[in-house]
Protein backbone atom coordinates (compact mmCIF):
# COMPACT_ATOMS: atom_id res chain seq x y z
CA UNK A 1 0.00 0.00 0.00
CA UNK A 2 1.53 3.29 -1.23
CA UNK A 3 1.37 6.56 1.20
CA UNK A 4 0.23 9.70 -0.87
CA UNK A 5 1.14 12.84 1.26
CA UNK A 6 -1.59 14.78 2.43
CA UNK A 7 -1.90 18.42 0.31
CA UNK A 8 -0.77 21.51 2.14
CA UNK A 9 -3.37 23.03 4.37
CA UNK A 10 -4.62 26.53 2.95
CA UNK A 11 -2.07 29.00 3.06
CA UNK A 12 -5.30 30.87 4.20
CA UNK A 13 -5.76 29.21 7.31
CA UNK A 14 -4.81 30.82 10.76
CA UNK A 15 -5.49 30.04 14.04
CA UNK A 16 -8.91 31.00 16.06
CA UNK A 17 -9.67 31.66 19.24
CA UNK A 18 -8.40 29.99 22.70
CA UNK A 19 -10.78 28.88 25.19
CA UNK A 20 -8.98 28.34 29.09
CA UNK A 21 -10.54 26.65 31.52
CA UNK A 22 -9.24 29.37 35.02
CA UNK A 23 -9.37 28.91 38.88
CA UNK A 24 -11.22 32.46 39.54
CA UNK A 25 -13.08 33.97 37.02
CA UNK A 26 -12.69 37.29 38.09
CA UNK A 27 -8.81 36.90 38.36
CA UNK A 28 -8.38 35.43 35.03
CA UNK A 29 -10.59 39.11 33.68
CA UNK A 30 -8.12 41.61 35.84
CA UNK A 31 -5.10 40.10 34.25
CA UNK A 32 -6.84 39.72 30.09
CA UNK A 33 -8.94 42.87 30.31
CA UNK A 34 -7.24 44.97 32.74
CA UNK A 35 -4.20 44.64 32.20
CA UNK A 36 -3.64 43.02 28.57
CA UNK A 37 -6.67 45.85 27.68
CA UNK A 38 -8.92 42.91 25.42
CA UNK A 39 -12.36 43.97 25.69
CA UNK A 40 -15.39 41.85 27.17
CA UNK A 41 -18.17 41.11 24.67
CA UNK A 42 -19.91 38.75 26.56
CA UNK A 43 -20.30 37.52 30.35
CA UNK A 44 -22.28 34.46 31.18
CA UNK A 45 -23.24 35.23 34.86
CA UNK A 46 -19.91 34.04 37.10
CA UNK A 47 -18.81 31.14 34.71
CA UNK A 48 -17.63 32.42 31.61
CA UNK A 49 -16.73 35.28 29.57
CA UNK A 50 -15.22 35.94 26.19
CA UNK A 51 -12.77 38.94 24.91
CA UNK A 52 -11.58 40.04 22.03
CA UNK A 53 -9.29 43.09 19.93
CA UNK A 54 -11.25 45.20 17.64
CA UNK A 55 -14.66 44.05 18.30
CA UNK A 56 -14.24 40.22 16.63
CA UNK A 57 -16.80 38.30 18.92
CA UNK A 58 -14.16 36.81 20.72
CA UNK A 59 -10.27 35.61 20.83
CA UNK A 60 -10.38 34.67 24.24
CA UNK A 61 -12.99 32.44 26.19
CA UNK A 62 -12.50 31.95 30.23
CA UNK A 63 -14.74 29.55 32.23
CA UNK A 64 -14.72 27.96 35.56
CA UNK A 65 -17.07 25.08 34.23
CA UNK A 66 -14.44 22.36 34.95
CA UNK A 67 -12.07 24.40 36.88
CA UNK A 68 -13.75 26.61 39.50
CA UNK A 69 -10.70 26.90 42.75
CA UNK A 70 -8.81 24.19 40.76
CA UNK A 71 -5.33 23.98 40.85
CA UNK A 72 -2.57 24.08 37.48
CA UNK A 73 -1.81 21.04 36.08
CA UNK A 74 2.03 19.83 37.66
CA UNK A 75 4.97 19.96 35.92
CA UNK A 76 5.81 17.07 33.53
CA UNK A 77 2.20 16.78 31.97
CA UNK A 78 0.78 17.24 28.76
CA UNK A 79 -1.39 20.25 27.81
CA UNK A 80 -1.09 24.22 26.24
CA UNK A 81 2.78 25.59 26.34
CA UNK A 82 1.67 28.79 25.70
CA UNK A 83 -1.19 30.84 23.82
CA UNK A 84 -0.08 33.29 21.26
CA UNK A 85 -1.04 37.05 20.90
CA UNK A 86 0.07 38.91 17.91
CA UNK A 87 -0.10 42.40 17.92
CA UNK A 88 0.20 44.26 14.72
CA UNK A 89 3.52 46.55 15.37
CA UNK A 90 6.32 47.11 17.61
CA UNK A 91 4.78 49.77 19.42
CA UNK A 92 2.20 48.10 20.27
CA UNK A 93 3.93 45.39 21.83
CA UNK A 94 5.80 48.04 23.05
CA UNK A 95 2.61 49.33 24.78
CA UNK A 96 1.81 45.44 25.90
CA UNK A 97 5.24 45.63 28.21
CA UNK A 98 4.82 48.47 29.62
CA UNK A 99 1.07 47.58 30.65
CA UNK A 100 3.01 44.56 32.32
CA UNK A 101 5.37 46.67 34.08
CA UNK A 102 2.61 49.20 35.34
CA UNK A 103 1.01 45.57 36.94
CA UNK A 104 3.61 43.93 38.40
CA UNK A 105 3.46 41.25 35.82
CA UNK A 106 6.67 39.59 35.55
CA UNK A 107 8.10 38.10 32.03
CA UNK A 108 9.61 34.64 32.28
CA UNK A 109 11.58 35.43 29.29
CA UNK A 110 11.78 37.58 25.91
CA UNK A 111 13.54 36.83 22.34
CA UNK A 112 14.45 37.56 19.36
CA UNK A 113 13.91 35.11 16.85
CA UNK A 114 14.25 37.39 13.87
CA UNK A 115 10.73 36.47 12.27
CA UNK A 116 9.19 38.31 15.51
CA UNK A 117 9.82 39.74 18.49
CA UNK A 118 8.40 37.84 21.81
CA UNK A 119 7.75 37.63 25.52
CA UNK A 120 7.00 35.46 27.99
CA UNK A 121 5.33 35.10 30.90
CA UNK A 122 2.09 33.22 32.87
CA UNK A 123 -1.12 34.66 33.16
CA UNK A 124 -2.65 33.80 36.87
CA UNK A 125 -3.49 30.52 36.16
CA UNK A 126 -0.08 29.65 35.24
CA UNK A 127 -0.92 29.40 31.80
CA UNK A 128 1.88 30.44 29.09
CA UNK A 129 1.40 33.71 27.32
CA UNK A 130 3.36 34.86 24.51
CA UNK A 131 3.35 38.41 23.12
CA UNK A 132 4.47 38.95 19.90
CA UNK A 133 5.06 41.05 16.68
CA UNK A 134 6.02 39.93 13.16
CA UNK A 135 8.48 41.39 11.26
CA UNK A 136 7.31 41.94 7.93
CA UNK A 137 8.10 38.89 5.88
CA UNK A 138 10.61 40.39 3.79
CA UNK A 139 13.06 40.97 6.47
CA UNK A 140 12.83 37.49 8.06
CA UNK A 141 16.41 35.82 8.10
CA UNK A 142 17.38 33.32 5.46
CA UNK A 143 20.56 31.13 4.84
CA UNK A 144 22.21 30.84 2.18
CA UNK A 145 19.77 28.53 0.12
CA UNK A 146 17.14 30.95 1.21
CA UNK A 147 15.35 28.87 3.58
CA UNK A 148 14.19 30.14 6.68
CA UNK A 149 16.57 30.99 9.12
CA UNK A 150 15.18 31.58 12.74
CA UNK A 151 17.28 31.87 15.78
CA UNK A 152 16.98 33.34 19.46
CA UNK A 153 18.51 35.96 21.05
CA UNK A 154 17.89 38.56 23.78
CA UNK A 155 15.75 41.52 23.34
CA UNK A 156 16.19 44.61 24.09
CA UNK A 157 13.45 45.78 26.29
CA UNK A 158 14.64 49.36 27.16
CA UNK A 159 14.32 49.64 22.60
CA UNK A 160 11.28 47.78 22.93
CA UNK A 161 9.61 50.53 25.23
CA UNK A 162 10.68 53.22 23.42
CA UNK A 163 9.14 52.40 20.24
CA UNK A 164 6.33 54.73 19.38
CA UNK A 165 3.57 54.51 16.66
CA UNK A 166 4.52 56.10 13.33
Known sequence: ????????????????????????????????HGVLGFEVTQHLGNAAAFLSAGGYHHHIGLN?????????????????????VLYPTRAALGDALRRLI??????????DHGVSEALYLHDPDNNGVE???????EQWPKDA?????????????????ATKEA
Do not use: C
Open 145 to 161: NGNLAMFTRALDLQSLL
Open 102 to 111: AAKIPLDGAA
Open 131 to 137: LYWDRPQ
Open 64 to 84: TWESLGGSPPPPGTTGLYHLA
Open 1 to 32: MSETPNPAIHPQTRMGHVHLRVSDLDRALAFY
